[in-house]
């Protein structure tokens, strides 16, 4: 699940800007949990676009949105706790709508004329480059 903040612009009688929150709920294929786990840096480009895309560190997904099946309830951990230390769950939102994100490699863009040196831009390929472990192409195909 993702957080997003906009900004919106003030009325014109009005010197304060409005703040508004959006929960996203992301469902991300092929990465392993402890890459999830352990990634530090997230960066989400175009979420208002049709296909937005995301980077984890170094891995960089493509998405689009998608109806769920039935309603997806999101909840957050309560500051309370169980009697087994489990923490409480309370209730956040929810919704009928997720972001499906596949998981993009990145390949130079080979130039459309006879040279045989590839361009410095680089294109986004769904399919696994030879050099991928066994391991990445299991998770991909599941």
């Not at 709920?25 to 480009?45: A, Q, R, T």
């Not at 999101?74 to 499906?100: R, S």
């Not at 410095?120 to 195909?141: N, V, W, Y």
């Amino acid at each position: 699940m993702a957080t997003a903040k906009d900004n919106v612009m003030p009325d014109e009688d009005s010197d304060e800007w409005e703040e508004e929150e959006y929960y996203v709920l992301v469902e991300l294929s092929g990465i392993s949990h402890d890459e999830f786990k352990n990634s530090k840096n997230c960066e989400v480009i175009d979420i208002d676009s049709p296909s937005p895309h995301l980077k984890l560190d170094n891995c960089i997904f493509k998405g689009q949105y998608k109806h769920t099946v039935g309603t997806a309830v999101i909840f957050e951990e309560g500051k309370e706790k169980t009697e087994d230390d489990v923490p409480m769950m309370n209730y956040l939102c929810k919704t009928v709508q997720k972001l499906e994100m596949e998981r993009v490699f990145l390949k130079p863009k080979t130039s459309a004329s006879t040279t045989d040196t590839p361009s410095e831009k680089l294109e986004t390929t769904d399919e696994l480059d030879e050099g991928t472990s066994s391991e990445d192409k299991a998770m991909d195909t599941g």
